[in-house]
């Protein structure tokens, strides 16, 4: 009788709430034998219980998972790393609601990648007994997200024999062809409205072609709200445009892709141009964990490298719905990209201003894109700015942690694949849409020319925002005093040749292997082995579960340490990496004694410590810029003598360079604190070549 009285007293208290129409989640103290729970029921779910007599709803779950030791795996480890472990917490924090919702007749959806339940349709009383289980966090509605709808106003049906597109040699694509990378053995990946598979630009990429004729869609496709759609089909169009740009290539004289060689998977996030949220939230595991075509039997190692996003919200304020499955896809080493949004499918003005970038792209750990011209190199007045409330968490830049866009892509008038027909294309579509699928192809050009990258977002980012071009833009922030970088444009508009060129430099030639252990038998997970050839390159690597670890290094002679926190550390040096060899060398870490150790830390000292590592590197670089400032004069003199004594030319050079100081003495003083001195130099001194070889001024 007390277990009646109580769900009698709790559901009083829901329709009260509903009467009195709560506008802020209302914390409902569940009443149970068990450790007393506060679950917040949003007051959208109330409005409709009131409304139609019955709700659909979200519930959120507290328990999460740590990946953050997928970080240290190679690509199939970490992979079922992340589903294995999501899955496990999964299953234990929802099993016992899972068995109330069957046993009450309700028919849910689980899933793993986000730890919550979607009740299709409930009753006042089922919603009412969830709130006695303590494990439940919330209760939260149905979500509403819109594709990016590009401008397709100026569309025209183009299918005559085009060659390579403008937007693509304009950000020298096709110099990246030239060098024998095109994205070949990298996997691309888009959550859109579908892919017409069969077009021409895109059916020997898919990686559902048995190249004999038929196809398996297993693992390559998927439609989380209709599991009878069983082969990759596209009945808007949007699809079929944003993944021509990524991979589109008909063999011939339609080049339309900017990484030709990669294949491509997809999944119908938004099918037919309806973005739900169950197809969103299944697209995500999905990505993480690829399945058959009915959902069933994921299998990690088929998951792309990176996806595209081109779907969103017009919020304003940051909102985490989607954050657990950017989580997921950054420990499965699956790079995220999200198209900034359109101002016109948010009733913006044009340009839009400040604020205006949308969920998720919003979330300050995904590349987010803005638009540039077709081939001229500005801002496209359509792209929504930044800053975002969500701090970047994964890759931050000190001082520039809130930064949207991340960088521009030519997003005005682009053409590309439509589903028309298997020879249809398409041109003058206008949209960050357009945008972002040059990133997502550029992720796979600069992995292949780099490999030792592959699931490395930080620096791939880095990579991106540091060869691309700058684009200076007063967008009237105070964040942005010199107008670069800026909240319209970010770090400015993609270079293939110089990202792919900055990227290849940085991989492998040889490879080092090994184990570590405490004895010679007993393993040590999470050993760093840094690796140091005393000309400025260093690179760390972290021992697997059973002690072994491998890694390309460039040719040369190295000493190596070996450490782990509670183990001794063992260096050892004259280790040489040689060209397609294989280096072995093996650690044994002894185990240190333990003991108590007491006292009081102080926030000054340590404060004191890094001000001082800080200051030698900014002391360092700043030594430097008098002799950068004159080579750059100098080449300055060379190209335009006859300007050269014009203070606005030396003006000109000193704007162009700054930024890249600035940025480049954050990033080596505040993340980079392993670095030697040496190692400053190199990075330094390998910007610079980068902004004599673009100097502008004339």
């Not at 939260?140 to 997200?145: L, N, V």
């Amino acid at each position: 009788m007390k277990k009646r009285s109580t769900s009698k007293v709790l559901a009083l208290f829901l329709m009260v709430a509903l009467l009195l129409g709560i506008a802020s989640p209302i914390s409902v103290l569940a009443l149970s034998s068990e450790p007393q729970n506060s679950v917040q029921v949003d007051p959208e779910v109330m409005q409709e219980m009131e409304t139609k007599g019955s709700a659909s709803y979200w519930i959120d779950f507290d328990a999460k998972a740590d990946l953050s030791a997928a970080n240290s795996m190679d690509w199939s480890k970490r992979g079922w790393y992340v589903y294995e472990t999501l899955s496990k917490t999964a299953n234990a924090s929802q099993a016992r609601v899972a068995a109330y919702l069957t046993n009450s007749k309700v028919e849910y959806q689980a899933y793993w990648i986000k730890n919550t339940i979607l009740v299709k349709s409930s009753n006042l009383t089922t919603l009412n007994g969830l709130l006695g289980f303590s494990e439940i966090k919330a209760i939260s509605p149905r979500q509403t997200y819109i594709l990016y709808e590009p401008d397709r106003s100026a569309a025209v049906i183009d299918n005559g024999l085009n060659s390579i597109e403008p937007n693509l040699t304009h950000i020298n694509a096709d110099d990246v062809w030239a060098m024998g990378i095109d994205g070949s053995g990298l996997v691309v990946a888009n959550i859109d409205t579908g892919v017409r598979f069969s077009h021409q630009a895109l059916v020997e990429q898919y990686r559902g072609n048995n190249g004999d004729g038929t196809f398996d869609h297993n693992y390559n496709w998927f439609n989380p709200d209709d599991l009878t759609d069983d082969a990759p089909r596209d009945g808007n169009g949007h699809g079929t445009h944003t993944m021509g740009t990524m991979v589109g290539d008909d063999g011939g004289s339609n080049q339309v892709g900017i990484a030709p060689g990669a294949q491509w998977m997809a999944c119908a996030g938004c099918p037919d141009g309806s973005c739900t949220d169950t197809a969103l939230l299944g697209c995500g595991q999905f990505i993480a964990a690829p399945t058959d075509l009915a959902g069933d039997n994921a299998d990690p190692d088929m998951r792309p490298n990176a996806v595209n996003n081109s779907w969103g919200d017009c919020g304003q304020t940051y909102d985490d719905w989607y954050a657990d499955v950017i989580s997921a896809w950054h420990a499965g080493g699956i790079y995220p990209i999200f198209s900034n949004g359109n101002s016109s499918n948010c009733g913006y003005s044009s340009p839009p201003g400040l604020n205006t970038v949308g969920n998720p792209a919003r979330s300050g750990d995904v590349t987010g894109v803005g638009s540039s011209g077709e081939q001229n190199g500005q801002y496209a007045t359509h792209s929504n700015w930044g800053p975002t409330d969500n701090a970047d968490t994964v890759n931050p830049t000190d001082g520039f942690i809130y930064m949207k866009p991340q960088v521009l892509a030519p997003g005005e008038s682009i053409r590309s694949s439509t589903p028309g027909s298997d020879t249809e294309y398409q041109d003058g579509w206008t949209g960050t849409s357009m945008s972002a699928p040059h990133v997502t192809g550029l992720v796979a050009l600069i992995w292949q020319a780099a490999p030792c990258l592959v699931g490395d977002y930080a620096t791939t980012e880095n990579i991106i925002e540091e060869s691309a071009v700058d684009i200076t833009y007063t967008d009237g922030s105070s964040d942005t005093p010199t107008d670069f970088p800026n909240y319209a444009t970010g770090w400015g508009e993609i270079d293939a040749l110089a990202a792919v060129t900055q990227a290849s430099g940085l991989c492998a030639m040889g490879t080092l292997e090994g184990t570590v252990t405490e004895d010679g038998t007993t393993p040590i997970e999470g050993a760093k082995i840094f690796a140091d050839n005393g000309e400025g390159y260093t690179k760390s690597v972290y021992s697997a579960a059973d002690g072994s670890y491998s890694t390309g290094l460039p040719e040369g002679t190295y000493t190596l340490t070996a450490s782990k926190y509670g183990f001794d550390t063992v260096s050892v040096s004259d280790i040489v990496i040689v060209e397609d060899q294989t280096t072995t060398q093996d650690f044994v870490l002894a185990p240190l004694g333990m003991t108590t150790v007491s006292g009081v830390v102080y926030d000054a000292g340590v404060e004191g410590l890094v001000a001082g590592r800080e200051s030698a590197h900014i002391n360092l670089i700043q030594s430097m810029e008098t002799q950068c400032y004159a080579e750059l004069f100098a080449a300055a003199k060379q190209l335009n003598p006859s300007a050269f004594g014009d203070s606005s030319m030396q003006s000109c050079i000193t704007q162009q360079l700054k930024p890249y100081v600035d940025k480049r003495i954050l990033i080596v003083t505040y993340f980079n604190e392993d670095y030697s001195e040496t190692a400053v130099i190199r990075i330094y001194e390998n910007g610079l070549k980068k902004k004599l070889a673009s100097l502008r001024c004339q």
